[in-house]
């Protein structure tokens, strides 16, 4: 092997120990945010992270950049990565996205969905109404539209479909308590399955895209309130 060679070997494989140390970070960060534990508005902090995984910034840089991509984090010239922060309109936006693709892979889905599917759908619906912890309820909720969907073979669309989501899990994190106050999502579960076992296409894809679009507006209108609460707290002479 010439000198030239094992140089380009070398940095072959020097990219590639980056790529694996990149998506490694990646999914570590992309973890925290949709957790909840880097809040939206939190700022990244690149040299902090490298020190923490024991890299170069290199990777993290990387890592950083597809969680940009991905619109999970904001890169803001001369301040670095910050957690994205969604106005009420934008996640308006993003469930109305989520919406039309969801219904449109249910409907694709709902042909392969066998007995089995159904009864493992039911089993997590009636558990939700059970579980009082955040976090379990939001791991039942993913199930639920990860098995709804499972049948459809369209892999780009299932792609782009776990990527909304998981942009979404922070806020349901925030918000389940208001979103489920009045048991609006658990009907809307039990609609989406009584349809399913009807095989009604049509149907099945109206009351997914009409769950995530008003799931949408719940947030909004929290966050809308939450506002109008610390404007009038701030401001109480002028009330």
């Avoid at 009636?126 to 539209?145: G, I, R, T």
Wanted: glycine residues 6%; negative net charge; aromatic residues 4%.
């Amino acid at each position: 092997m010439t000198g030239t060679e094992i140089d380009s070997a070398s940095a072959v494989g020097n990219a590639l120990r980056r790529s694996t140390l990149g998506d490694f970070i990646f999914d570590q960060l992309r973890q925290r945010i949709v957790e909840g534990e880097l809040a939206a508005g939190a700022k990244i902090d690149q040299q902090a992270v490298a020190a923490e995984f024991g890299v170069s910034r290199m990777p993290v840089r990387e890592a950083l950049q597809r969680l940009d991509g991905d619109g999970f984090v904001t890169l803001i010239p001369r301040r670095g990565a910050v957690v994205t922060k969604l106005d009420d309109t934008e996640i308006e936006e993003l469930y109305e996205i989520r919406a039309v693709l969801e219904g449109l892979a249910a409907r694709l889905a709902l042909p392969e969905l066998t007995n089995r599917a159904l009864s493992e759908i039911e089993a997590v619906v009636k558990l939700m109404p059970q579980v009082h912890d955040v976090h379990e309820w939001v791991a039942l909720n993913s199930a639920f539209h990860e098995k709804l969907l499972k049948g459809c073979n369209r892999r780009l669309l299932l792609e782009e479909i776990d990527r909304r989501r998981r942009q979404c899990e922070p806020l349901i994190r925030l918000y389940v308590g208001f979103l489920h106050r009045d048991q609006t999502a658990q009907r809307q579960h039990e609609a989406i399955l009584d349809a399913c076992r009807r095989q009604g296409a049509e149907e099945v894809e109206t009351l997914v895209r009409e769950h995530l679009t008003q799931t949408g507006q719940g947030i909004a209108d929290a966050i809308r309130a939450r506002k109008a609460r610390t404007l009038n707290l701030a401001t109480p002479g002028e009330r």
